[in-house]
């Protein structure tokens, strides 16, 4: 019965984000282009491309307002979401923060994780930030600018499962969950359990976060949840069978776009429905959000491991060599793993008035081998998302507006 209502839940939900998006415009676009597009729409379903591109109007009060169009959007249809979710982690952790703050604990308190269950690992020091030791605000910091997963693991212990998968419902995310660490191998029982924590304003312990357990499951109704035809194991060893990622994290990409949107126009929704974030919080999130790997000082990245463009995959297809638009600031978080790319984007031109969301995913495997690192990034995936984006600024410049948007606010301060 659970089961059914869940497939009942998920048909009118779907049946309800089709009504209100337009689902021809992308089509033709893409169609219009087809020397970059051409090969992808003929195998849309191989490439599992999905997309959300919604237009932003301001009134005279410059107030927004949103017209969404989608290529291919099915919340139903499983993809990997690799780091995306570390966006729902930042917001959520700053929550608690605010939550918290009668504790005396703030996002630049000395955050000490210990451990308490089989394979987690405990944090003394983080040699990166300019004090060398680990906070909240300074595990935002790499998560924005280079996607770090330990820095993500760490906010995951610190919100806890049960706190992160609550929240998500709270916020609409229905097609959405965050069931475990990344890059650690994190599944089943480990990943039901969190570290023990301490928060430190100097020498004064401030909050004791006792080890957590979260026995639920968060059951979804998805498909394609397997895939391919085999995979490596841990000890690399070919697996011929399809590969299963039933129990993995989840992120529709309408969920990645409305958590973004709440981000960055909270205006737009109603108050109630805002997150519990300070001022000083939204500028952190789009400060770092929007800032590149070679303009940050603390933490400090090597330039060619982590260039300008290392996380922007719209309109820059991670490109080692694009010359960058001086005029465009790029607020996203992406993700990359087993053959997909994902970019959840908020697009600024501050010269020529120009802003837009823009989230989309595609995955590109041919040989069907999972955890071979033989995916089509470079030829494949990369320049979809920078075709893609620059064809929807295209469209922008083009696109008459009755109003110029004040877009002042998201004018940050990178020194």
Known sequence: MKSILLFVFSVMSLSAIAQKIDTVFLNKLLESKPEFFGSILNHADKNQVQILYTQINRDAKNKPSFKSYSYNLNPQHYFYP????????????????????????????????????????????????????????????????????????????????????????????????????????????????????????????????????????????????????????????????????????????????????KLILPEVFPANERYNLTPDDYQLIYTYMSKLPTESNYPKYDEKEFWPTYAKMLYYGRDKNADLNPDIRIFNKYGDSYGYIIDNSYFVDFKNGIEFFLTAVIQSNEDGIFNDNKYEYETVCYPFMKNLGRSIYEVELKRAKKQKPDLSKFKMDYK
């Open 82 to 261: 690799a780091s995306t979710v570390k966006l729902a982690a930042v917001i959520f952790a700053l929550e608690k923060v605010n939550r918290l703050k009668a504790t005396g604990i703030t996002v630049k308190s000395t955050m000490i994780t210990d451990s308490a269950f089989k394979g987690q690992t405990k944090v003394l020091k983080d040699s990166s930030a300019q004090n060398s030791l680990p906070s909240i605000e300074h595990y935002i910091k790499k998560i924005l600018l280079t996607s770090d997963n330990d820095a993500f693991n760490r906010l995951f212990e610190f919100i806890g499962r049960a706190e992160l998968n609550e929240k998500l419902k709270k916020n609409g995310l229905l097609n959405s969950r965050i069931l475990n660490r990344l890059a650690i191998g994190d599944a089943g029982e480990t990943a039901k359990h969190t570290n023990p924590i301490k928060f430190y304003n100097g020498d004064k312990l401030v909050y004791n976060q006792e080890a957590q357990y979260d026995p639920k499951e968060y059951d979804l109704v998805l498909t394609n949840t397997v895939m391919g035809k085999g995979y490596l194991d841990s000890s690399d060893k070919l697996v011929n069978k399809p590969f299963s990622l039933e129990n993995k994290n989840a992120f529709a990409i309408n969920d990645q776009q409305k958590l973004m949107q």
